[in-house]
Nanobody, 116 residues
């Protein structure tokens, strides 16, 4: 059964930090490149960062060194450490495989709200 459960979001002031977690089902996680995505109000969902099973990292340009993606292959977990948060980072954050196939299953996401 597919499972993607995101957690760790919340309300934080600009400049603050949050650490997001994603628990994925074993069949989805094993050997897969995993990514974090976000969807802000009125905007399309966009890619934030991804990590291969071997640990290679890639980030969208807007991250600018503020976020770090990591994974624990033994626990089927993916993390996103977010520092120096900005109000424009406000969004619902999701994890999924990367790239995401059409009609992919999505979890419920976790809300991140950054206040000024």
């Amino acid at each position: 059964q597919e499972q993607l459960v995101e957690s760790g979001g919340g309300l934080v002031q600009a400049g603050g930090s949050l650490n997001l977690s994603c628990a994925a089902s074993r069949d989805k996680f094993t050997f897969a490149t995993m990514g974090w995505y976000r969807e802000a109000p009125g905007k399309q969902r966009e890619y934030v960062a991804r990590i291969t099973y071997e640990g290679q990292l890639m980030y969208n340009d807007f991250v600018e060194g503020r976020f770090t993606i990591s994974r624990d292959n033994d626990k089927n977990m993916v993390y996103l450490q977010m520092n120096s948060l900005k109000p424009e980072d406000t969004a619902v954050y999701y994890c999924n495989v990367a790239p995401v196939p059409p009609n992919a299953y999505w979890g419920q996401g976790t809300q991140v709200t950054v206040s000024t």
